[in-house]
């Protein structure tokens, strides 16, 4: 009898344990946006020659989304992501961002802050000396990276003190937007917008990911506050103008905003997309004839297919919001050996060098034009001397996890190839996988098959880590997922 009372009081207190742990599981959203636009003129990066803007086509914009969730309303674990409208992340960069956000929320473990670029081609430098920027006349680029910070610290710092219970849910919608754009030809060798009308077109090199991940979150009034959106293809479609510009990414904004609500902030997440471009490879007439018929530039109609997509999920996935979801993120410093820069190579580089340097000395008007492919050689010389003695180097890069539910975000600093991205959606055992590229300063990070095609983006001088690299980095990241994706609720 008192062990029947003792299984009773037992089985109780079980469901009473769980029943409270069900009641007071919370997740706090918040979400802010920052116009991070520069002060004119401006050296653009993105392009192997200084371009100086004079014009404004559109703002730039940092769209930031924090979460935390809570146990028995006591802090469990947060995540705070940044997309901003930029080429890339620089170390400098996150790391002066962090700074200002300790300085403005003392409590918050700024190693869960990450920052991407959208990498369009038409924002600002953000790393000094990499072109010969005027001394006077033009926005340095250290007085932008503290504008930078500064707003992009003062919009987290906004979010994360408006934070507040909400739900969220997550969705798979497909758009086509990225193409392939390394071509192969008969004799085996890859370019780089190469062209496909010739007889020696065999075929593009790699696969193309047409899905679009995305999150949604609302707050308790059931407004929709934010939503994050990948897309596997660098934001480049302007990438040659010498105007600001956040490329499609600013229509896909205005549309959704103007759907869903004007203070709406858009997370955009650029998919492993190293070999992936906008830009047409083939059929250009006939999907030319399309937009014309719409009455759209190519930007506008890149956002529409984006905004389709969704659309469309919004319509499917907003009837599954969650209010307690598992919120996991884990940081780790990954080490991955870097690509060896082989004797060939070196002379190869240190011949271009010698020739550059004697072009921009007889030539000093050359010095706009050719500086900086002159410092993209000089890093692969100075690389080789390095390897005498340090012959196994590595690159030390930030990976992020992050659990949300039933999905799970992943990050890298590359310009990752999309086969990658793929081995790890591919063993993810997450029921969603977002995979995010251009967390950091965006080196290529080739496949094997690109290597031996060679090519721009495939070449030791594009890339800091090889192949053999971006397995153990697929490797690592499958083996976080699936550790936290055992974890129970």
């Known amino acids: 009898m008192l062990l029947r ?12 344990g769980l029943g409270s742990q069900g009641a007071s599981a919370e997740l706090l959203i918040g979400s802010a946006t920052a116009d991070i636009t520069p002060k004119l003129p401006v050296a653009l990066d993105g392009q192997f020659h200084l371009r100086i803007a004079k014009t404004i086509e559109t703002p730039l914009e940092a769209n930031v989304i924090v979460l935390e969730s809570r146990r028995g309303g006591q802090p469990a674990d947060s995540a705070i992501m940044v997309s901003c409208d930029l080429v890339y992340i620089t170390k400098e960069v996150l790391g002066s961002v962090r700074e200002k956000v300790r300085q403005r929320i003392t409590d918050l473990d700024t190693t869960k802050i990450f920052l991407n670029g959208t990498h369009t081609h038409t924002a600002p430098v953000t790393v000094p000396d990499k072109y010969p920027i005027p001394q006077e006349g033009v926005t340095q680029v250290d007085e932008y990276c503290d504008f930078l910070a500064e707003r992009i610290a003062d919009a987290i710092s906004k979010a994360w003190k408006s934070r507040a219970a909400g739900s969220m849910t997550w969705g798979l919608g497909h758009a086509v937007v990225a193409y392939n754009r390394r071509t192969v030809y008969a004799d085996g060798h890859a370019q780089m917008y190469g062209r496909t009308n010739v007889p020696e077109f065999r075929n593009l090199e790699g696969y193309e990911d047409h899905d679009i991940d995305q999150l949604f979150f609302w707050d308790n009034s059931g407004r929709l506050i934010a939503v994050a959106v990948t897309v596997a293809c660098p934001t480049q479609e302007v990438e040659s103008r010498s105007a600001v510009n956040a490329d499609f990414w600013h229509p896909a904004r205005e549309q959704l905003r103007k759907r869903f609500g004007p203070r709406l902030s858009v997370i955009s997440w650029v998919g492993a997309a190293g070999d992936q471009s906008p830009h047409l490879m083939y059929r250009r007439a006939a999907d030319d004839r399309m937009r014309n018929l719409r009455g759209l530039t190519r930007v506008e109609e890149i956002a529409r297919r984006i905004v389709r997509a969704v659309e469309d999920t919004y319509e499917v996935v907003q ?18 050996p870097m690509r060896l820069v082989t004797d060939s190579e070196y002379a190869e580089a240190k011949a271009i060098c010698d020739r550059l340097t004697a072009q921009i000395e007889k030539d000093p008007k050359a010095r706009n034009r050719q500086l900086r492919r002159l410092r993209w050689y000089e890093e692969t010389v100075q690389r080789y001397e390095r390897q005498k003695s340090e012959p196994h180097p590595q690159y030390e890069m930030e990976l992020h996890v992050v659990r949300l539910g039933d999905v799970v975000i992943c990050t890298n600093p590359f310009e990752l190839f999309t086969d990658y991205g793929i081995r790890i ?63 129970k609720p």
């Open 5 to 16: 009372i003792l299984r009773s009081f037992g089985i109780a207190l079980a469901l009473t």
């Open 319 to 336: 009837k599954d919001r969650h209010t307690d979801v598992l919120l996991i993120h884990k940081v780790e410093t990954l080490r991955l």
């Open 425 to 487: 959606k591919a063993r993810s055992p997450a029921v969603q996988t977002f995979v995010v590229q251009l967390v950091g300063p965006g080196t290529y990070l080739p496949t094997e098959k690109a290597v031996r095609g060679g090519g721009y983006s495939a070449v030791v001088h594009s890339s800091l880590v090889g192949p053999e690299g971006g397995q153990i980095l697929v490797d690592r990241t499958v083996k976080l997922i699936k550790a936290l994706c055992e974890i």
